[in-house]
């Protein structure tokens, strides 16, 4: 009876320190899931520059807090393809668990991003896809460009295992997919069924909790980043749309300016944009204090020409100026458009403007001579002698036609009408015209 007593007593030891070993191993499972943390960016509006800083400076941060896990919340129809790389780049080189949430659609750039995550969700209203390079015309873009798109967005797939097939469909149309609506002619856009279906997708939720409770993180930490008031207005005024507008603004202004008395709004509104747009590029991390500058010595070396003859400088400035703009974008053809664009407006506001107003006014009235020296104006260039008409003298050198004669005691340059004449042969003044003096032989009988 004892025997079985001590029996019974060591079976509910064991049986306590297994049921408190349990609920100490299930306390720090706890435990360690409230200690997680899951960073959430959203990819919203369009994809460009802009958007491609505020993701540097918030993956950064999120790597430096060592967070668990990182979601994008993306809801973009498209941009940029040199942004989108940029941001593919970024994304891939982060070794921290990322999921992208497709809340309304991943349309173009945003499809290509979403591909470097390594789990993909969806709203049950959201799609991934059509994702064809257009330029800013609106027409496709030629075929060395929509080879190297398509060759990225399959490859963006097959970096995390999936059908590189269906990211090159999304990328050109002539790959026929009548299956999920994407006939050849058609580019590809999926929705959350077929997303499932082809892999694209890891399931479909309606909201953060559905999608946290997936991802077995519903006791994390969340930290939520959203754009500082300096990145909102930075990535409207890297806008390419913007940029060219800024530019143009730039131009009119400092044009009009120069046609108009003193200092007034159009050259504050020229030199405004100037600083917005730079302002923008700085703090974007596209431009930096050199293109700063560059633009400041430009700018300085066109004054000083106002004031010392020659155009060196001026050209200086000019190229300064224009330098500074491409290095304030690492895309040249696109700033070169916007350049384009704002020469076109800024040279055909000048014609307008010379046309109805001239060089009378603003500091071109200090460059250009706006005086004549015309005759109404009491200048001449020599004295008329109409006073010498019918005066008769005498050639002391032969008029061949030109020569000399004594008239009135005055050695006279004098012409003849063409004809040769002798030396102290009698003539007589018969034009006057400036320093032209005609003459003609006179005959002394038919007086």
């Not at 020296?373 to 008409?389: A, E, K, W």
């Not at 005066?391 to 009135?408: E, H, N, Q, W, Y």
């Amino acid at each position: 009876m004892k025997r079985l007593s001590n029996q019974t007593f060591f079976i509910l030891l064991i049986v306590l320190l297994s049921l408190f070993n349990f609920i100490e191993i299930k306390a720090k499972g706890q435990e360690n899931d409230e200690e997680k943390t899951v960073y959430i960016i959203p990819i919203e509006k369009e994809v460009e520059r802009g958007l491609e800083a505020f993701l540097r400076r918030t993956i950064t941060e999120a790597v430096d807090g060592n967070v668990d896990h990182i979601i994008f919340e993306i809801n973009t129809p498209g941009g940029r393809v040199d942004a989108a790389n940029n941001i593919g780049e970024i994304i891939q080189e982060v070794t921290i668990p990322k999921t992208a949430y497709i809340r309304s659609q991943a349309l173009s750039a945003g499809s290509y991003i979403a591909l470097f995550a390594d789990n993909i969700y969806m709203n049950p209203q959201a799609t991934i896809g059509a994702s064809g390079i257009i330029t800013s015309d609106g027409n496709a873009a030629d075929e060395k460009a929509q080879s190297y798109w398509r060759e990225a967005m399959g490859s963006a797939a097959e970096s995390k295992g999936r059908d590189r097939i269906y990211a090159e469909a999304m990328a050109d149309k002539e790959i026929d997919l009548p299956e999920y609506n994407a006939p050849a002619g058609e580019y590809l856009t999926l929705g959350p069924t077929a997303a499932i279906e082809v892999g694209y997708s890891n399931g479909t939720v309606s909201n953060r909790t559905e999608l946290l409770a997936e991802l077995g993180l519903s006791e994390a930490e969340m930290i939520e980043v959203t754009p500082t008031p300096a990145e909102e207005i930075t990535r409207f005024l890297t806008n390419s749309a913007v940029v060219s507008i800024l530019l143009s603004l730039a131009g009119l202004g400092l044009i009009i300016e120069l046609f108009s008395p003193g200092f007034g709004i159009p050259g504050l509104i020229g030199v405004t944009s100037l600083v917005l747009f730079f302002y923008g590029h700085m703090v974007a991390g596209f431009a930096g204090y050199e293109v700063l500058v560059l633009l400041i010595l430009g700018i300085g070396f066109i004054v000083i020409e106002f004031f010392v003859p020659g155009g060196i400088l001026g050209a200086i400035g000019s190229i300064c100026v224009l330098a500074s703009l491409l290095m304030a974008s690492n895309n040249i053809k696109q700033m070169s458009i916007s350049l384009l664009i704002a020469l076109i407006v800024t040279i055909g506001t000048g014609i307008f403007l010379y046309r109805r107003i001239g060089l009378e006014k603003g500091p071109f009235k200090y460059i250009v001579l706006n005086d004549a020296t015309t005759t109404d104006r009491g200048y001449v260039s020599t004295v008329n002698r109409v006073d010498l008409v019918g005066k008769i003298g005498t050639a002391i050198t032969p008029l061949r036609p030109s020569g000399i004669a004594f008239i009135d005691n005055e050695r006279i340059d004098v012409v003849t009408e063409g004809s040769f004449i002798k030396e102290n042969t009698p003539v007589q003044i018969i034009h006057v015209a400036g320093s032209r003096i005609v003459v003609r032989e006179h005959n002394q009988e038919e007086e």
